[in-house]
């Protein structure tokens, strides 16, 4: 699986994430110490190797490099707008981008800080599953592939994220979020979001 | 006024008791899992996207990848993350379109170099293109443009001229992306697709349509099509042949995506009444029969998603593989053992009978149980004036060549 030149490239962190490293063909070449030192930037805001105490700032530990990657992508063309991350991905190129991704998905996901409702918790597992959440993102909602994680994500990143797409203002590539929030009620959204938050990575 | 509201009132006071008792009805299911509810299929299969940001030639395995002695397959290039159709100029630009992104590319080589331009921006699901005559024609969701001597304007190609408009009735979500094919007779051939996975289409969806290239003036030419995405037509009998993707969550290993041959203009090929030629649809079966549509010229396995087709005129692969058809197949989600994610030859006799159909580039799948189960994906298929050919993988963003030598 893997190939010479490319074991050559990546460095010390390579044998803690060779677990998914063998799955992946795209994260197999990145180069995590040209990702790590390019992540200075983007840590001041998401938090040490990407684990977010910003309300509304989201976590980017975790994820699959290809829901990272992705998420660069769409804040460089355009297709996402943020004040503070379109001027941040305006000028990486997709190696970069790449390399970042694949040192963010191998960094380590922090515990949740956020504290749900006892309502919440009991009534999270079965709406999720309702809902067809669990359907992509997983069982634990870890996120796969292009799917982003989604447990232990900030409360307030969670909630703008449903909203968004639920009023169809959030940019969505393939439609299946857009699609999927159609069926939640609006009241279901703060459940959903605290339950979430509150989930541990495991 | 007072009558109507006592009935009203009375009405209130019989079904309020019952609401109380019932929970509140279902929400309708999101578009992309609409006809789930009969089938036993798992609800763990969750659908797969391109790499954004592509992958660099030096990182593809090319060696994973199988073809017949002789053959030899080579990355022609990276850089165009998404790739999906492709077309080339009579001068020999390489033009490529795409679904998830906005732009068109166009790939020139001078003194043995290929380099990547972006000729159009900012456009909306510009999966449809193809050349003809020194015009570059490109479907996006809601029209199709001309760009008429685009081989010398590629730096300055302008804002086009509209063809026609209005070819995405709902704006809501659904096979929205087109696959555009010149016809023998000078007109577009192109697809509109379902708006959902299984339904009843409105009048021009699920069809395919053809458009005059000057007034716009449209018809359907083939009918009860749920998305086609590859099509050509026959070089010898000016036939049109094309892809289908057929419904989901029936099944795993049902319906059949399909290959399908265009007899007569106006042809019913099945959807949604009936599917792969013989299974009427467990909800709008009971409307028509599969006798009243014209069955697929080959059955081609569930779920394999087949995309980009293109009969073999050229002089540099063998004899036998003339008029062959070459398609490719993207591989699907929606089934637990996949299957796809290949290149296959379809070999016609002189009636227009399928003869065999079999592997021609296999190795892009690794293991079919995996998550994801493969590394490339391939999309459209483009014959070169040396008789190579090239496919498109938008999973990576690359463009294979397979050439061949004895």
């Known amino acids: 699986m893997f190939q010479v030149s490319s074991m050559k490239q990546v460095a010390a962190g390579l044998l803690a994430a060779a677990a998914f490293l063998s799955s992946s063909p795209l994260v197999q070449a990145a180069d995590l110490e040209a990702g790590k030192t390019l992540s200075q930037t983007c840590v001041a805001c998401h938090g040490p190797g990407g684990n977010s105490i910003i309300p509304g700032t989201p976590s980017i530990s975790g994820s699959a490099a290809q829901a990272i990657s992705m998420q660069l992508f769409n804040y460089r063309e355009g297709n996402r707008k943020n004040a503070q991350m379109s001027p941040m991905a305006e000028n990486l190129t997709n190696p970069e981008m790449n390399n970042l991704a694949a040192y963010f998905a191998s960094e380590k996901v922090a515990p949740p800080t956020h504290q749900a409702s006892a309502e919440s918790i009991k009534v999270g597992p079965a709406l999720t599953a309702q809902y067809n959440c669990t359907q992509c993102h997983g069982p634990a909602l870890k996120g796969i592939q292009h799917i982003p994680r989604l447990a232990g994500q900030q409360y307030e990143y969670l909630l703008a994220q449903l909203q968004g797409f639920k009023a169809h203002t959030r940019y969505d590539m393939d439609g299946n979020m857009t699609s999927a929030m159609s069926a939640v009620k609006e009241s279901d959204i703060p459940i959903l979001a605290d339950y979430i938050a509150a989930l541990e990575y495991k | ?406």
């Open chain 2, 1 to 406: 006024m007072q009558f109507k509201f006592a009935l009203s009132a009375l009405a209130l006071a019989i079904a309020l008791p019952a609401f109380a008792q019932t929970p509140a009805p279902a929400a309708p299911p999101p578009a992309w899992k609409q006809g789930m509810d009969n089938t036993a299929q798992p609800a763990t299969l969750h659908p797969f996207a391109p790499i954004m940001t592509g992958t660099e030639a030096k990182d593809i395995q090319l060696s994973k990848l199988k073809v017949a002695p002789g053959f030899k397959v080579e990355v022609w290039t990276d850089g165009i993350p998404t790739a999906r159709s492709m077309a080339i100029g009579d001068k020999g630009t390489v033009f490529v379109g795409n679904r998830v992104g906005k732009n068109v590319v166009a790939i020139t080589e001078k003194d043995g170099k290929r380099s990547v331009k972006i000729i159009l921006k900012g456009l909306d699901t510009p999966n449809g293109i193809v050349y003809s005559k020194g015009t570059l024609f490109v479907a996006e969701r809601t029209k199709i443009t001309r760009y008429d001597n685009i081989e010398a304007n590629l730096d300055n190609p302008g804002a086009g001229k509209l063809v026609v408009d209005g070819l995405d009735p709902t704006n809501g979500p659904g096979h929205n992306w087109k696959y555009l094919a010149m016809g023998p007779d000078g007109k577009l051939y192109f697809n509109i697709g379902s708006p959902e996975n299984i339904t009843m289409p409105l009048y021009n969806q699920a069809a395919i349509l053809r458009a005059d290239t000057t007034t716009g003036q449209l018809e359907r030419v083939a009918t009860g099509v749920r998305n086609s995405v590859g099509m050509d037509f026959h070089p010898v009998t000016k036939k049109l042949w094309f892809t289908e993707h057929a419904r989901d969550w029936m099944g795993e290993d049902i319906p059949n995506d399909e290959l399908n041959v265009l007899s007569k203009e106006g042809e019913n090929f099945g959807f949604p009444f009936c599917h792969q030629g013989d299974i009427p649809d467990p909800i709008y079966g009971k409307y028509d029969t599969c006798a009243n549509s014209t069955p697929p010229a080959l059955k081609l396995g569930a779920h394999v998603a087949p995309l980009g087709m293109k009969f073999y005129t050229g002089s540099m692969f063998p004899a036998e593989y003339k008029n062959n058809i070459l398609m490719a197949r993207h591989g699907s989600w929606n089934k637990t053992k996949k299957l796809g994610y290949d290149l296959m030859r379809v070999v016609l006799d002189s009636n227009g009978k399928v003869e065999k159909y079999e592997p021609f580039v296999t190795g892009f799948m690794t293991d079919d149980m995996a998550d994801p189960p493969m590394w490339g994906r391939p999309v459209d298929v483009l014959q070169l004036p040396d008789g190579s050919i090239l496919f498109s993988d938008d999973y990576n963003g690359v463009i294979y060549r397979v050439s061949y030598s004895k």
